[in-house]
């Protein structure tokens, strides 16, 4: 009396392993994801800011997703050679790029670098932060006038370190300020904010545009002076005696770099679904709050199609940028 019934049971049961094992690989992909640790490249070296910034939300990812979430630094190329680490692995979510401006310059500087801008997607903001002009107390510089002078003692030339070469926020605030000045800029590139900055302490280089986060940190430092800010209007909250560009009269200096989190564009769409939602998450959660305020950097205001709407808009300002530099 009760085998049809068992008949009945194991047919369902078989019934809805075929359905499972029949859902669309997207759904399916979902449900596993992650399968294995998730990388986040670092374009940028250990101990800046960026850096600090990266470990403490793969920390907070990997609780997010109940998986291993490691950060790998792939420095170099002006952020090139990160971006290239992530497309030469698989699209499957498990590589995340740590998405900075120089995703998009360093391809401008080198179109046949291996990647597209349509390679990526960015899935959610993680930072902003606008930039403080460093350069070496040695050289007794009070204010931008004493920069100029000094200048005139090298045949007019100010040697500005840049990450990377090409059109970049480093190039393009270093052009425009050699513009106000009336001096002429020599681009001199190093692979990480940490280095520019130790280059200007040992005055290997007359000045350099570092990320206030990494500014704040040397704040106190007394081989380095610090003479403005490329902030918009308002003080900043972590300099606020430094005065902006805008408040000394100098023109087309004020600039934020974005920092977020981008992944392969062809990425499966249930794992991208996954990921975006614990991305974006974790992002704007009160813990990376509290990071983002103890190393200087400022929580992104806007939502993410703002952030991407930013993102291009650099991305035009660079592509202006690059048809004026000079051929190599």
Do not use: C
Not at 69 to 81: A, D, S
Not at 177 to 197: F, N, Q
Not at 268 to 278: F, H, N, V, Y
Not at 285 to 298: F, G, N, Y
């Amino acid at each position: 009396m009760t085998f049809p019934n068992r008949i009945r049971v194991r047919a369902l049961a078989s019934a809805a392993l075929l359905g499972l094992v029949s859902l669309p690989g997207a759904a399916w992909a979902q449900e596993i994801f992650p399968s294995k640790t998730v990388k986040f490249i670092v374009p940028y070296p250990p101990g800046a800011s960026t850096d600090s910034l990266a470990r403490a939300f793969a920390q907070e990812l990997a609780k997010e997703l109940k998986g291993n979430v490691i950060v790998e630094n792939k420095p170099g190329g002006g952020t090139t050679i990160g971006a290239l680490a992530v497309k030469t692995l698989p699209a499957d979510g498990h590589a995340l790029l740590f998405q900075v401006d120089g995703l998009y310059n360093g391809k401008l500087a080198a179109p046949s670098v291996g990647y597209e801008y349509s390679d990526f997607e960015i899935l959610s903001a993680l930072a902003q932060t606008p930039y403080a002009l460093v350069v070496p107390a040695s050289l007794n510089i009070q204010r931008l006038e004493d920069l100029k002078a000094h200048a005139a003692k090298k045949n007019g030339e100010i040697d500005f370190g840049v990450l990377g070469m090409g059109a970049n926020q480093y190039s393009i605030l270093g052009r425009s300020l050699s513009k106000h000045l009336g001096v002429t800029p020599r681009m001199i590139p190093y692979k990480g904010g940490v280095e520019g900055v130790t280059a200007v302490m040992a005055g290997e280089i007359d000045a350099y545009f570092a990320t206030v986060g990494l500014a704040h940190a040397q704040k106190d430092n007394p081989k380095l002076k610090f003479l403005a800010l490329t902030s918009d209007a308002g003080k900043n909250k972590f300099f606020p005696s430094l005065k902006s560009f805008a408040e000394l009269g100098v023109k087309d200096m004020v600039f934020k770099s974005l920092y977020g989190v981008a992944i392969r564009s062809n990425t499966p769409a249930g794992i991208k679904a996954r990921l975006e939602q614990a991305v974006r998450k974790v992002a704007d959660s009160e813990e990376m709050k509290k990071v983002r305020a103890q190393i200087s950097l400022e929580d992104y205001p806007g939502s993410v199609e703002s952030y991407r709407a930013e993102v291009q808009r650099n991305l035009q300002m660079y592509q202006a940028a690059q048809e004026q530099e000079p051929r190599r």
